[in-house]
Each structure stands twice: as structure tokens, then as C-alpha cells.
């Protein structure tokens, strides 16, 4: 990922235009035309060597008769001679390029890719519409609109849509901080597009159409860094196979299993939206709402309050909230007596809380002033209809005082047109959201709902190797190398159990026996009655299919006949499999179980990929299932289970008790360590999982191994809780752990801050608050390990539970170029060696990742550091007239300055 000389593309000083022209109808007089029209303060350069000028400006034949070098340059030359413009244009010093050409193939691009990198010469396109960045006029675009300033940043991998979505957006004025066609994306990409956006100050929230993506954990790395800043939502394409083949045939590139890329949107802290005009109502809803502390805690749905001044909305918000998922809040008792005292007593005393038609602006605030007061109501839809009773735009005037200060909290639903616009026009002015209808409203609701639910999703950073699941390696390892040695891809119903039973499933047992009717008879009676019996071949995995399970065997003879029958059966359908024997096992009766699947599968995009719902042998009739991207700990886990309806089931219903989830959720972070630690899985299903009270059963499993080993934990789109680079080590008589900072520290990370002596805040951060909001809490241990390292060392205290002692913070910039770095520890142990210990360790760290500089703003005045830097053979900056000194320290032998970074100098890193 990189968003190295991305300024010059997104904010260039001066702009060249290759095959500007006046012949209508061009791609070139349009660039040209746009360029001119837009208002861009900087030089344009029109380059066209059969024309002398154009509207009045001096036309250059060719890069070499230019000026200078543009900072920019716009390519609409034919496609057989882009390469040759970018080579010169980079030996000149142009930092980016547009490339609006078409006719590229995959070779053609990878020439155009090899012209521009020795130069760092930034490349969009080719085959793009272009980019506009309205809040500096620069239209570098062949649309046949502008756009207007705003804060939405709007990314598409298609040309045709941007037009479109221009036209549509002028009409119902939105406006855009950027707007951006990737087109093949050669060079730039949706990554460095997220990695860019998401630290622009004038983008509050990022738009993408998405077909299809290149590099997976690139994209999920950009992708979670950005969602932690500000809304990222989602449209992406392709939903039905047909819809995946045109987008693959459109980018060129793999677009992947629909399904594996919703879950990675999810994982990702992103809202993904079906249409592009709910990417505008996500935005603005997010935007006011995102945050909002609405009566739920955080990844639950928040409840909904309706309020309406006519009946017939709230039954339509009623029914859209149940469609949706949505739970009304119930009324507590102090609420329902304030509104006893505010509303006629014919009111509807419940949620949706009718107010009556004839309601005047008094009864509205006392009502909401009621509801407000009571945290439990979560978010307040508000519905009025227009009477002529009183005016819509007095009662929005009474209200939004009030509502103003909790807007947050608030989603406003004027319904009509004429009637309401100035009461909608004062809701809007004032921040409040509003739609134009009740079902938009709550769909507005639901996305809020869907969005923190994935936020939760983004803050989890599992191991790969979780903590509860027992998986005893060497003798998985023992199944798959045996199986592979023997030229097999597929493992035997026996040998799959004993793959899970060493992964810690329960199973149920299960023995083998010769491909003979009395084998089988004999076997039976040794397990005991009633029994099943399945056909034992390398060939068949779907049993079933071929008639090779039968159930429910009472005795001998019944066990022979099935035998001989199913030999029969299989051999006609399979006449190509080889039959290895039976295997039989004794009935499981669990009346109340439910019967789920549990599987797994490598993605070619996304990689190892989880997949759960409900089992048997209906599993692709009743699809009902879910996927998650691993690695799993328990709440990513919970949260698969929940998003199927077997999960209601599981819960317990009448007679019927909840399911043992405990199991459930080992069995899930079980299979998500497999993968992490066994490369060769390619294929995993356990079908049926029985769940009940009692625990879970796999009844009968399925793996499928590849020597090439396209799974494992280096394939994951998300990198895991690097546990290997924990370590421990006696220290002043303590027992001291050295490791990445995790999610669950977040308590301990806070007592560490409150015990530090303000003083020495102040001399690692430059301020000396001890106190810290919980969304910093937050993204101080939950941190994306592809891009940032926190080491913390803990110890036990007096009680025996964990303490953090001291903590080292590094942030690389994206093209791992540069890290800047803070350190604290706690104000006892200053002077201690701690210190230099947690320094050693990123040091070492960061050289591993091939990161070149390590450097940091100190105080002039902070001698202990200064001292430890030196020591560790930083360069010292001069002072500077903030009294602030730079401390750089090269990791790698080749010389560092002759690499060009966007990243200017350090900055102090807080690790608080």
C-alpha cells in the first residue's frame, strides 16, 4: 500500500494536458474545457504537437518543450504511447498521472507500471473517467458535470456510474471532497485510496463502488484503518453469478465470492448498501448518528422509539423496524407516568407513543422532554404529519431547541412536501437527520444498526491460535502427512474425526470394517444397537448422494441387508470409486439437538474463510448460513452464530433448552486454529454438528488437504494477534512479559495512564492530561498489526492479576518507509533498563519488517530520553522554536535519504 506523491495527484500545483484539443467531441477538448472551466489556480499546460494553441494558451509539442515539470499530468493519447510519456514525464520529476486511455491488456499495463515506478511516478487508470476535487477546482475529468464542494469522497472502479452519479448528485446538491474513477486501477487502487481518504481533512465519509479488488489483506489492512477514522459504505457489485461474471469480465480481475466479500465488509468495520442512493442516506445518517450512545451498548442494535402525531405511521415504522430486525424500546414506568401527565388519556400509552392529529406544539415538548430523559429509549424517530391544526414549521421551531443538543439521538420524518419543507429546511439546518419517509427512516435505523454492530467486529483482534482451543498439532499433523504421502486429497470419514477429535470437537465414535455385508453385521452387534452405517470411500464425500448412509439399524439382520443393498446402490451410481469398506457407528439421540454445519474453505481472493449455519442434508435447500473471515475468538464467533436464524433456535424455546454455546464457540475458534496452523486444509465441513444443551457432536466430517497449502495463517485477509512475538524473562526479581499490545488491555491500559506521573506525560506527549476518552482507549489497543506495533510489558501485582509497566508505540507510514515511535513507562521504574528493553524489541521488530527509519519528536528538555536515544544510536536534531528536537535512527544499511517520503518528519506518538 502507498499513498506516496498521492498529493500530487489530489492537489497539484501545476497540470499538464496530453492531446488537449478543439475538436469537438473529443476526449481531449473535454479534459481541456473541464480543466479551464473549473477554476484551478494553478498553470495548465496543454501538450499537442499539431496544434499551436488553444483558446488563446500556447500549446507544447511534447514533454520536453514544457516549462517545467507539471506536477500533474492528463493523459487522452492513444494507448501504444502512454508508456514512452510516462518514462519522460518521470525523468523530468512529474510526481502523478491521469491515464484516460483505453486499450490497455495486462502486458500493456505492466509496461506502463514498469515506466512509472522508477520514478515514483504515481499512475490512475488507465482507462478512466478522471478525478475532481472541487475545493480546488480541479475538474481532470471527461464527465459532463462538475461536482459541488462538500465532504463526500466518492470512489468507483466504473466511469459510466461516475457521470451518472455527477448528474444525480448536482440535482439534489451533494457535494464531494473528491470523486475519483479507478478505472483498471494499474497503480492506484482502492487501498491507497482508503489509506489516502481516510486522513483528508475535508472528507467526512468515504464512498466506494466496488467490483472486484487484487490484493486482499492490502485492501482489508487500508480498509480498517480508514473505518476506524470515519464512515467507509460500500455498493458493491456482483451479487448474483452473473453479476460476478460481468464485473471479473469488466475489471479484468477476480471478483470473488460474493458471500466471502460481504463477511470481509463486515470484518472491516465498513457498511456495505445494495444501491447507490443508499450510499447517501447511509452517509448522512452515519454522519449524525455513528456515534451516538443510544441505549445499547457497543455492536448491539439500538432500540428504537417511535413518535408520531397520527397512527398510521407508526404501524408502517412499526412494521419496517420488525422487517428490519429492529427492537422498539419498551417504555419504563417513570417515562410512561411523565407522558400520562403530558398526553390525553386516550393515548397509546406503548411504543409507537401517538401524540393524537390534534396535537399542539406544547404536547410535542413535553413528550420528547420525557423520552429524552430516558436513555433507554435509544434513538427517537419522530413522524408528523401536516394538519391544520397547527403548522408543521412551528412545531419544528418549539423543537428543535430541544432536539438539537441530542441530535445524535434523533431521526426526523416530515412527511408531505409543500406542506412541510420550512418545518424539514429548520430539522436539517439544525443537524438533524430527515428522511422523507417512515420505511426510509428506519432503514436509516437498521443501517445504523448494521454498521455498529461491524464497528464491534473491527475493534476484536483475535490470535490466530486461540486461547481455548485445544488442538494437539502433532497428531493432526500425523492425519494430513499420511494422507498426502498416499497421493490422497480427501480424507476418510475416520480419519476426519480423528482430524477434529484432535482439534478438540467432540465426535462420535465411529469403526471400520470390510466392504462385507456380515463384517459389517458383526461390527454392529460389538458397538451395540441401533447403529448407522455409511460406505467408506476415498472417491465419495457426499455420502448421501450415492445411497450411502443408512440410519436407524435395530439388529443383524437389518445391518446385513442395508450392507448388501448399499454395496448395490453405490456401485451402480459410482461405478469409478473405489470402496474401501463400511463404517459404523452407534445412533446418537439427542431429541432436542439442533443440526448445524460448521465448514471452512479458501477463497482465492480472501482466503481461509469460516462458514456456519444450519446442517443435514437440506443445507443448500434452507441456506441459512453465514461467514466470517478468521481468525475467530469467541464474540467474532458469537457474532457469526448470530447472523443465521438457526440462532433463535439455539437460544431456547418452550421446553426446549438453549444450546450449549461454550461448545459452540469452541467448535468455531477450534476450526479457526486449524486453519491458522495447518496450511494444507483446503476444504473442512462438518455436517451434521449436533447442539444442545448437552454440548455439541460432529455426527460426520469431510476435509479435503492440498500439498501446495493454500490456506494457513499467512493467507489470512487479516493478520492475526502475532503471539510469536511474546516472550518472558526474570527482571528485579519479577517475572516480566514482553508482547503486543491486545483488545483486552484496555483496562489495564487505562490504570497504567492514571498511575503515570503527569510530568512525565507531559515529556512523552507534550500535554500532561492522565485522563483519555474511551473511543482512544480504543483504538490504542485494538490496532491494526499489518501497519502498527505496540509492545507492552506487564508483570504480576501484589494480587497476582496483570499489570502494564510500560509501553512502546510505532506507527509505520503506509509505504513501511518511515515509523514514528513513543515509549512510557511507568513513573517508578524510570531509570530502571525497562525502557531500553522495550526499545530493543521494536527496534528488532521494525528491522523484520524491512521498515528503514525509526524516529520521534522529543522535548529538548527531556533529557532521560535524549540520553536513551543516543545510547541507542539515534541522530539528535537541532532545537527547534518550538523547543522540540527530531531523533531518527536508520534500520537498514542502504542509505535512507536517497528514498523520497511523503512522511515528512516525526511526530510524537502517543502511547497513552
Not at 499530468?73 to 501504444?80: D, F, L, Q, S, Y
Request: charged share 20%; proline share 6%; net charge negative.
Amino acid at each position: 500500500m502507498s499513498i506516496r506523491n498521492l498529493d500530487s495527484l489530489f492537489d497539484p500545483a501545476s497540470v499538464a494536458i496530453f492531446g488537449a484539443s478543439d475538436r469537438a467531441g473529443s476526449v481531449g477538448a473535454t479534459v481541456w474545457r473541464n480543466l479551464r472551466g473549473g477554476g484551478f489556480a494553478g498553470p495548465l499546460w496543454p501538450v499537442n504537437p499539431k496544434r499551436r494553441e488553444l483558446d488563446g494558451v500556447p500549446v507544447h509539442a511534447d514533454v520536453a518543450a514544457l516549462p517545467e515539470a507539471p506536477e500533474l499530468a492528463v493523459i487522452c493519447t492513444p494507448a501504444p504511447t502512454v508508456p514512452g510519456l510516462i518514462r519522460e514525464l518521470g525523468e523530468r520529476g512529474t510526481r502523478a498521472a491521469i491515464v484516460l486511455s483505453a486499450g490497455f491488456d495486462a502486458a500493456s499495463r505492466q509496461t506502463l507500471r514498469e515506466a512509472a515506478r522508477p520514478h515514483l511516478l504515481r499512475l490512475l487508470g488507465p482507462n478512466c473517467l478522471g478525478l475532481l476535487a472541487p475545493h480546488i477546482g480541479l475538474n481532470a475529468s471527461f464527465a459532463h458535470v462538475g461536482a459541488a464542494k462538500g465532504s463526500l469522497a466518492f470512489v468507483s472502479q466504473s466511469g459510466a456510474l461516475v457521470t451518472a452519479l455527477l448528474d444525480w448528485a448536482a440535482g439534489r446538491g451533494f457535494g464531494f471532497s473528491h470523486f475519483v474513477s479507478l478505472g483498471e486501477h494499474a497503480d492506484v487502487d482502492f487501498g491507497d485510496m482508503l489509506d489516502w481518504l481516510a486522513h483528508d481533512a475535508r472528507t467526512r465519509a468515504i464512498l466506494l463502488y466496488i467490483e472486484s479488488v487484487d490484493e486482499a489483506r492490502k485492501f482489508m489492512s487500508a480498509a480498517r484503518a480508514a473505518a476506524r477514522n470515519k464512515p467507509v459504505i460500500v455498493v458493491k457489485a456482483g451479487r448474483s453469478a452473473a453479476g460476478q461474471q460481468a464485473a471479473a469480465s469488466h475489471t479484468g480481475a477476480l471478483a470473488g465470492s460474493d458471500a466471502v466479500f460481504d463477511a470481509a465488509i463486515r470484518r472491516a468495520g465498513m457498511l456495505r448498501v445494495d444501491t447507490l442512493l443508499e450510499l447517501f442516506t447511509a452517509a448522512e445518517t452515519l454522519a449524525r448518528l455513528a456515534g451516538a450512545p443510544t441505549g445499547a451498548t457497543q455492536g448491539e442494535t439500538p432500540p428504537l422509539t417511535l413518535v408520531t402525531n397520527g397512527g398510521g405511521a407508526g404501524v408502517l415504522a412499526a412494521d419496517a423496524a420488525a422487517s428490519a430486525g429492529l427492537t422498539l424500546a419498551p417504555l419504563s414506568e417513570a417515562t410512561r407516568a411523565a407522558l400520562d401527565a403530558a398526553l390525553p388519556a386516550h393515548w397509546s400509552r406503548a411504543n409507537p407513543v401517538d401524540l393524537i392529529g390534534d396535537a399542539p406544539v406544547e404536547r410535542y415538548e413535553a413528550a420528547f422532554r420525557a423520552l429524552l430523559a430516558d436513555r433507554a429509549s435509544g434513538l427517537l424517530l419522530f413522524m408528523h404529519a401536516p394538519t391544520a391544526i397547527v403548522p408543521s414549521a412551528a412545531i419544528a421551531d418549539a423543537l428543535v431547541p430541544l432536539l438539537k443538543p441530542a441530535a445524535s439521538r434523533v431521526l426526523g420524518c416530515w412527511l408531505g412536501d409543500r406542506a412541510v419543507a420550512a418545518a424539514r429546511a429548520r430539522f436539517q439546518e439544525a443537524g438533524i437527520a430527515c428522511y422523507d419517509t417512515p420505511e426510509q427512516a428506519v432503514q436509516a435505523a437498521a443501517m445504523l444498526a448494521t454498521y455498529r454492530a461491524n464497528q464491534a467486529q473491527l475493534m476484536e483482534a483475535p490470535p490466530a491460535a486461540a486461547h481455548d482451543a485445544a488442538l494437539d498439532l502433532p497428531a493432526v499433523r500425523r492425519i494430513v502427512d499420511a494422507v498426502l504421502a498416499e497421493g490422497r486429497a480427501l480424507l476418510t470419514e475416520p480419519e476426519a474425526k480423528a482430524l477434529l477429535a484432535a482439534c478438540g470437537i467432540p465426535v462420535a465414535a465411529t469403526r471400520t470394517c470390510a466392504a462385507d455385508a456380515d463384517a459389517a453385521a458383526a461390527l454392529a452387534r460389538e458397538i451395540g444397537f441401533p447403529v448407522a452405517i455409511k460406505i467408506l470411500s476415498p472417491e465419495i464425500s457426499h455420502k448421501s448422494d450415492v445411497g450411502g448412509v443408512v440410519l436407524d439399524l435395530h439388529d443383524g439382520d437389518g445391518v446385513r441387508a442395508a450392507a448388501a443393498a448399499m454395496l448395490d446402490r453405490v456401485r451402480a451410481a459410482r461405478p469409478d470409486a473405489t470402496i474401501a469398506g463400511f463404517t459404523v457407528q452407534a445412533m446418537v439421540r439427542r431429541a432436542q439437538a439442533q443440526e448445524l454445519i460448521v465448514g471452512a474453505s479458501v477463497d482465492r481472493l480472501f482466503g481461509p474463510v469460516i462458514l456456519f449455519g444450519q446442517g443435514g442434508t437440506s443445507v443448500e435447500v434452507v441456506a441459512d448460513r453465514a461467514l466470517a473471515l478468521p481468525p475467530l475468538n469467541r464474540p467474532l464467533a458469537r457474532a457469526l452464530i448470530e447472523r443465521t436464524r438457526v440462532a433463535r433456535l439455539l437460544a431456547g424455546w418452550r421446553d426446549v433448552p438453549p444450546a450449549d454455546m461454550d461448545a459452540l464457540l469452541a467448535t468455531l475458534t477450534a476450526v479457526s486454529r486449524l486453519l491458522a496452523e495447518v496450511p494444507e486444509v483446503a476444504e473442512l465441513d462438518i455436517n451434521p454438528l449436533l447442539a444442545d444443551a448437552r454440548g455439541v457432536v460432529a455426527l460426520d466430517a469431510r476435509v479435503r488437504v492440498d500439498a501446495s497449502g493454500p490456506g494457513g495463517a499467512a493467507r489470512f485477509a487479516i493478520r492475526p494477534y502475532p503471539s510469536e512475538l511474546e516472550e518472558s524473562f526474570d527482571w528485579q526479581g519479577r517475572r516480566i512479559t514482553l508482547r503486543p499490545i491486545r483488545p483486552e488491555d484496555e483496562a489495564r491500559h487505562l490504570a497504567f495512564l492514571e498511575r503515570l506521573d503527569p510530568e512525565d506525560v507531559r515529556m512523552r506527549v507534550f500535554y500532561s492530561r492522565r485522563t483519555i476518552e474511551r473511543s482512544e482507549l480504543a483504538r490504542l489497543t485494538q490496532i491494526d498489526y499489518e501497519r502498527e506495533m505496540a509492545f507492552v510489558a506487564t508483570a504480576a501485582d501484589a494480587d497476582g492479576a496483570e499489570q502494564t509497566l510500560g509501553v512502546v508505540r510505532a506507527i509505520a507510514d503506509p509505504d513501511n518507509v518511515e515509523a514514528e515511535f513513543g515509549i512510557i513507562v511507568q513513573s517508578d521504574l524510570k531509570g530502571s533498563g525497562l525502557g531500553e528493553r522495550l526499545m530493543a524489541k521494536m527496534i528488532a521488530y521494525l528491522k523484520a519488517r524491512g521498515t528503514q527509519v525509526l524516529t520521534a519528536i522529543v522535548l529538548s528538555e527531556n533529557r532521560r530520553m535524549l540520553g536513551l536515544a543516543r545510547e541507542l544510536g539515534f541522530t539528535i536534531g537541532a532545537r527547534t522554536l518550538d523547543d522540540t528536537r527530531e531523533i531518527r535512527l536508520p534500520l537498514v544499511d542502504a542509505p535512507v535519504g536517497s528514498v523520497d517520503t511523503a512522511a515528512g518528519g516525526g511526530a510524537p506518538a502517543s502511547t497513552a
